[in-house]
C-alpha cells in the first residue's frame, strides 16, 4: 500500500508541474504577444508619420496656400506654389467624428466638413504655423486664414468644433470666449444636449490634460 500511495502521490506531481509548465509557457506567450503588438503598432504609427512627412511638401509660415481637400472637421490638405501637398491640423479646434452612424455627434462633424469646403474652397488661404510644429500623425499644425478672417475661429463661433486646449496658444482665451458664448446662444452642436455632454466631457478631460 505505501508503494502504491507513492506511485499516486509521484503521479499527481508530475501531472501538476505539466499543468504548471503549460500555464508558464502559456504566460510568457501571451507575455511575448503583447510585447510584440506593442512593438507592431508603436513601429507602425512611427511609419506612418514618416510617410505623411515624407509625402507631404513644405509649407512656409505666413505662406498662401490652396485648398485641395477637406480630410475632416479640423484637417485639410493644401498646397504651396512650388511645393507638394501638405496635411494641416487647423490650431485650436476639434471637430467631431462624421463617419460614426447613428451618433448624435456626427451630424456637426459633417457640418464642420462642410464649413471647411465653404471657407477654403476657390480662394487664397494664409497659413500661421505653430513653431513650424508637427503633430503626432506629421501634420503641420496651424491657424488658417481665409479673406483675413480665423476659420477655426468661426467655426467656433459657429458651435461646429470645440476649443481644444490641450496646447496652449496665443488666441486660446479669445476662441474659450467665443465657445462660451456659442454655449449660452446653443449654437450648433451646443442645442443638442447629448452632442454638448459629450463636448462638455472631451473639454473636462482636455483641462486635465493640460494642467
Known amino acids: ?49 514618416r510617410e505623411i512627412q515624407g509625402r507631404d511638401g513644405k509649407i512656409e509660415n505666413g505662406a498662401i496656400v490652396r485648398l485641395l481637400r477637406v480630410v475632416d472637421g479640423d484637417t485639410v490638405l493644401v ?5 507638394k501637398p501638405a496635411h494641416v491640423r487647423i490650431l485650436g479646434i476639434k471637430s467631431f467624428d462624421a463617419k460614426i452612424e447613428k451618433d448624435a455627434a456626427s451630424p456637426y462633424g459633417r457640418a464642420a466638413f462642410e464649413a471647411l469646403q465653404r471657407a477654403l474652397a476657390d480662394k487664397p488661404v494664409r497659413v500661421m504655423l505653430k513653431d513650424g510644429a508637427r503633430d503626432r500623425f506629421g501634420r503641420y499644425i496651424a ?9 477655426g475661429l468661426g467655426m467656433i463661433e459657429e458651435g461646429l468644433v470645440i476649443a481644444y486646449t490641450v496646447y496652449p496658444f496665443p488666441a486660446m482665451t479669445i476662441y474659450l470666449q467665443a465657445q462660451e458664448k456659442a454655449r449660452s446662444e446653443k449654437r450648433g452642436l451646443w442645442a443638442n444636449s447629448e452632442a454638448a455632454q459629450r463636448a462638455a466631457a472631451f473639454i473636462k478631460e482636455w483641462q486635465r490634460q493640460g494642467r
Not at 498646397?79 to 511645393?83: A, D, R, T, Y
Request: net charge negative; proline share 2%; glycine share 10%.
Open 79 to 83: 498646397v504651396q506654389e512650388g511645393q
Open 143 to 151: 491657424i488658417l486664414y481665409a479673406d483675413d478672417h480665423d476659420v
Open 1 to 49: 500500500m505505501p508503494c502504491l500511495q507513492n506511485m499516486i502521490e509521484r503521479e499527481q506531481k508530475g501531472i501538476y508541474n505539466l499543468h504548471m509548465h503549460r500555464l508558464t509557457a502559456l504566460f510568457w506567450g501571451f507575455v511575448a504577444l503583447l510585447l510584440g503588438a506593442s512593438v507592431f503598432f508603436g513601429v507602425g504609427a512611427s511609419v506612418e508619420r
